[in-house]
């Protein structure tokens, strides 16, 4: 056995090597415009993978979705004299369906685009493996198809610790399918801690000194950026390598596809011990981070024109090309969510070129990924500092993922990144958050408005989720946007989105849809959305939940899916979809509930009615019974997974502990002392339960008191009761929650919509974060 994993890591290895060294001829994009500049990045970037291995990937991927027949029904080709990201669909005189495309990843695309919108069948997060009839006869069509986003892109460097940081190698393969169905090329590959303790190490840092820095398993993506340090570690050597390991899978399989994926550069931040070995070398002490304590902020950030900086980064970048070869890409970013030390345009260029060329001194073809999110809303990134840092690089050789394209353009503010190649992203996504949301419409515009923009140098299309399993929808319609040239007709996609998710077409289910579309999809406001709801926020009297829809249009879409449950067989391969969104919509609507109890039971409070309080104060706690029972019910919705999978993703026994209080963290006080508190919060089973609830109801009892007393209620007096009874203990629990679901979905959620259909019928919520019509309920 060992033997055996011994050479599956030997031949990922060589793959690795081989396959990831791309295009080796110079680059030069000056004076290229925009169209022609993507064409040549997603060629220049493209692993030179022969095609008969990315054939290979292309039906291992077809055989996964749909079985062992694939190679009976399919036959694929990867072809590189077709247009760049296109593909061909046609039908052979033995009835197999040619698939043919320009690398392995559009064949895939080919075959997701028979399956949806052929035989009417498609895949989730959550679903990757269609059943079809064993007599189908496979349609004759002719399909031709070109990308218009030469650069189809996938990732956040948060998604790593908010949804990737407990998966191993089996979750990352159906993720990494799903990728190449939709014609992800572009990607990140950030691993590294075991590189930089070889580095450290190599430079004099003990092994406690390497520990005060690098930060627990769900929280390096902070810790790599530069913004915490050391919180809740240490990281063993041994996950460090089995990390390293699994990267190296991930590579090898996304290269066989012939997606590109750019690795990590250094952007100057080290461990504060290392100004010990190098007491004469300029060191800027990084500010602190949300409120982070001295013993877990403020590293150091190296003078990019320190010759210290270029020393470790040759180091560093060097044993990062040789472990995970190379597609000539590198990501880093020098100052996100933190200000640059100084304040003047000669020292972001100086600083931006320095950076870059630390890369080019490895890698003479280097091209700089950068994440354009610290431009993003920061009065200290005027006109002339972003110019002068983007343009200390030659044009083409920085590549921006501008990463909330749906709501904070940056490219507009830039003059499209003053010529600087650019992806038009959408992010959505906080935290991983839930709370159904989106802005189907401004997507839709806002991709081609990009594209038609005087002067443009849009290159590609990307998602930049921080968390993934939720709003699939979204995902899936910007990355169709993406490769379409023109808009989609919204109505008739969301209708045919029903068709292939359940299997069925149905008015009801398209209807159901068409509502969602019109109401919680068609977010187009400047509000930071950050799926902070009343249910899941610390409880106080500040807050001002807001929505941009009319709650009795989710009502009416909930009705129309629990109306369809018999058009769904119980049996059919569809129906845990059609019991997930069930799940999601009942949720939604609890959600939408809570926050209109709440501004009656705060104006209830204001106006000392103690038995309209004492009324409210049981509705909302039969609230969060009923959302606890209807989440229990679904299998994407269990708080035990998320910690079994941390505990499991250990690399001994005795580690567990930790890995399970790192996941109990991130989700709740995110930090020592709740210093980033809910922002990754879950509408999960067991924290519903057990955090959630328990909050509102310590809340609900002091409040109580306070008016029955006569006397104010004390919110600094109850913060702290709070945070030391429940928030922070919460971290350090060892409760074990249920992994798998609980009672009958669709009898719940019926149930829930009979008890719950008639309190906010006719509620609605007012752009100003008022209520347009106060619910009332409950004695007067």
Avoid at 421 to 431: D, I, K, Y
Wanted: aromatic share 12%; glycine share 6%; net charge neutral.
């Amino acid at each position: 056995m060992h033997l055996k994993c011994n050479l599956i890591l030997v031949l990922a290895l060589l793959a690795v090597l081989c396959l990831g060294r791309g295009n080796a001829s110079e680059l030069d994009l000056n004076g290229v415009p925009g169209p022609g500049m993507g064409q040549q990045l997603a060629a220049h970037l493209a692993p030179s993978t022969p095609p008969k291995i990315q054939e290979a990937a292309a039906l291992a991927v077809i055989t996964r979705v749909i079985g062992g027949r694939s190679s009976q029904m399919f036959q694929v080709q990867v072809n590189k004299l077709m247009a760049l990201r296109s593909f061909k669909i046609s039908k052979l005189k033995d009835g197999r369906i040619l698939l043919a495309g320009w690398d392995g990843v559009s064949v895939c695309k080919a075959f997701h685009h028979y399956l949806k919108y052929v035989l009417n069948k498609d895949v989730d997060w959550f679903k990757m493996r269609i059943e079809l009839p064993t007599n189908l006869e496979l349609p004759n069509v002719t399909i031709e198809s070109t990308s218009a986003s030469p650069i189809i892109y996938h990732q956040n460097v948060c998604t790593w610790s908010y949804s990737f940081a407990w998966w191993g190698f089996e979750q990352w393969r159906r993720h990494l399918d799903w990728m190449a169905l939709m014609g992800i090329s572009l990607t990140i590959a950030p691993v590294q801690e075991a590189i930089w303790t070889e580095v450290y190490t190599e430079m004099g840092l003990t092994r406690a000194e390497i520990d005060a820095h690098l930060a627990g398993p769900a929280f390096q993506a902070w810790q790599r950026m530069g913004n915490i340090r050391g919180w809740a570690g240490p990281l063993k050597p041994e996950w460090q390598r089995l990390q390293v390991l699994l990267q190296q899978e991930i590579l090898a399989a996304q290269r066989n596809l012939g997606m590109s994926v750019a690795l990590p550069a250094f952007a100057g931040h080290v461990p504060r011990a290392l100004k010990r070995l190098h007491p004469n070398s300029t060191f800027m002490e990084v500010q602190r981070w949300n409120h982070f304590p001295d013993r877990f902020c403020c590293g150091f950030f190296v003078e990019p024109t320190e010759p210290l900086f270029n020393q470790i980064a040759e180091s560093f970048l060097s044993r990062v090309v040789s472990i995970y070869g190379s597609n000539h890409i590198f990501f880093c970013d020098p100052f996100n969510e933190l200000e640059p030390p100084v304040a003047k345009p000669d020292y972001m260029r100086s600083t931006a070129a320095a950076i870059f060329e630390s890369m080019r001194a490895v890698d003479k073809q280097a091209i700089w990924l950068l994440q354009g999110w610290m431009f993003v809303k920061n009065p200290f990134w005027t006109t002339d500092m972003a110019e002068a840092f983007l343009t200390a690089v030659p044009r083409g050789r920085i590549l921006v993922l501008d990463l909330q394209s749906e709501q904070f353009p940056q490219y507009e503010l830039t003059r499209s990144y003053f010529g600087q190649p650019f992806v038009w992203c959408m992010l959505h996504n906080f935290g991983g958050t839930l709370g159904m949301f989106g802005s189907a419409q401004l997507i839709n515009a806002g991709i081609g408005a990009a594209r038609r923009m005087a002067n443009s140098s849009v290159v590609g299309t990307g998602i930049t989720p921080e968390g993934i399993g939720q709003n699939y929808v979204m995902y899936s319609l910007t990355l169709e946007r993406g490769w379409s040239d023109s808009p989609m007709d919204l109505d008739s996609w969301f209708r045919n989105f029903s068709l292939t998710r359940y299997g069925v077409k149905d008015e009801r289910l398209e209807q159901a849809w068409l509502l969602l579309k019109n109401s919680v999809y068609s977010f187009g406001g400047q509000q930071k959305m950050r799926g902070q709801y009343v249910v899941t926020r610390r409880p106080s009297f500040t807050q001002e939940p807001f929505t941009w829809y009319n709650a009795s249009e989710v009502l009416d879409a909930w009705q129309l899916l629990l109306s369809s449950k018999a058009i769904i067989p119980l049996e059919d391969d569809r129906y845990e979809l059609y019991e997930h969104d069930l799940v999601d919509i009942t949720r939604q609507f609890l959600q939408i509930s809570a926050d209109q109890l709440y501004v009656n039971l705060r104006s209830a409070y204001r106006k000392r009615q103690v038995p309209r309080f004492e009324y409210l104060s049981a509705k909302l706690l039969q609230l969060f019974e009923d959302m606890e029972q209807i989440l229990a019910s679904g299998r994407n919705f269990l708080l035990g997974n998320w910690l079994e999978q941390a505990k499991r993703a250990a690399p001994n026994a005795e580690d567990q502990d930790n890995f399970e209080f790192n996941a109990r963290n991130q989700i709740t006080a995110w930090g020592p002392e709740g210093q980033i508190l809910d922002y990754a919060c879950k509408q999960w089973s067991g924290l519903v339960r057990n955090y959630y609830m328990p909050r509102w109801s310590l809340f609900l009892e002091d409040v109580n008191v306070a008016l029955r007393s006569q006397r104010p209620f004390n919110g600094t007096a109850f913060k702290l009761k709070v945070s030391h009874r429940i928030e922070l203990p919460f971290g350090n629990n060892t409760d074990i929650y249920p992994l798998e679901p609980v009672g009958n979905t669709w009898f719940i959620s019926q149930n829930i919509f009979e008890t719950w259909k008639g309190y906010s019928k006719d509620s609605q919520f007012l752009h100003n974060n008022r209520l347009s019509v106060p619910l009332k309920l409950g004695p007067k």
